[in-house]
């Protein structure tokens, strides 16, 4: 396979025997491309950026300088096992972003999905699995194990704890740890991250109809003020909804999970 004839790359690029570099690309100055790495149609790589690792990338990512993508993982019980990195279509991984490979422990391969905004210092750590048109926002990390649903939003310096899943559609602000699961639609603030409501906002944005806003809002209110354990009040509201967007929220809530849940104060 080899490099494209279509493909542009700078003499002082170096690109190991292995590496498969698609159609269209553009290697800029002083990139590494390494032996098992597959770059698809039309990839970007700026100057001073290494992909190794046995990783793929996706048609149309943009990879800007200084970025680190398919290094080994960042855990002491990495023993040097084959592990990957899957990253999706027309994502836009800034400056100077991380992200690692899988660890046998947790799969094996950490993956990010389509339309992704990653901006400067953002990281992605082993075995995460991230969704489409997720933003993580400058200096923002993800532990290990993480699960980040579509749409979620991630504020600058904000950290997610090791095995936390984020809902999809949440919103994360800026400077917050969060430890537990994040609830679909979630709107999360505080150093100490704290389920401050709905992200009501990117709801609207979306053009969710106003009659789903209103049945979040609801279950909101019964989750936070209703009889029982948390997923007591989750269970029964699965009895009491005809909204997808709800029901998508109790799902979250009655699945396995390694961590307990962020709930509304």
Same mark, same amino acid.
């Given at each position: ?5 279509? @493909? ?7 690109? +190991? *025997? ?28 700026? $100057? ?33 096992? +084959? ?6 279509? =027309?994502? =836009? ?32 750590? &082993? ?17 290990? &194990? ?21 809902? =999809?559609? @949440? ?45 979040? =809002? ?15 009040? @989750?269970?029964?509201?699965? *009895? ?19 961590? $307990? ?5």
């Amino acid at each position: 396979m080899g490099v494209d004839p279509s @493909a542009e790359v700078h003499p002082s690029a170096v690109i +190991e *025997d292995g590496a498969v570099v698609g159609p269209g690309c553009r290697i800029g100055p002083f990139c590494m491309i390494g032996a098992r790495v597959t770059l698809g149609e039309e990839v970007e790589v700026k $100057s001073h950026a290494v992909v190794t690792g046995l990783t793929a990338i996706g048609d149309g990512t943009v990879i800007y300088p200084f970025a680190s993508i398919g290094e080994i993982p960042q855990d002491l019980k990495f023993a040097g096992e +084959e592990t990957r990195l899957i990253v999706g279509k =027309r994502n =836009r991984i800034r400056e100077g972003v991380t992200m690692n490979t899988g660890t046998a422990g947790g799969g094996g391969i950490t993956e990010v999905g389509d339309d992704g905004l990653f901006m400067a210092y953002s990281h992605v750590a &082993h075995d995460c699995r991230v969704g489409d048109r997720v933003i993580m926002a400058n200096g923002a990390a993800l532990a290990g &194990h993480c699960r980040i649903g579509d749409d979620v939003i991630i504020g600058g310096l904000s950290g997610i704890h090791q095995w936390v899943r984020i809902g =999809r559609g @949440a919103i994360i602000g800026a400077v917050t740890m969060v430890t537990n699961d994040v609830i679909p639609h979630g709107l999360v603030q505080a150093p100490r991250g704290q389920l401050d409501g709905l992200n009501l906002v990117g709801l609207k944005r979306k053009g969710v109809a106003r009659s789903d806003i209103t049945a979040l =809002r609801a279950a909101y209110q019964m989750l936070a003020q209703g009889e029982g354990a948390f997923q007591d009040r @989750a269970r029964r509201l699965a *009895d009491e909804t005809d909204s997808a967007y709800v029901r998508e929220v109790v799902e979250f809530i009655l699945a396995e999970s390694d961590r $307990s849940f962020l709930t509304p104060g």
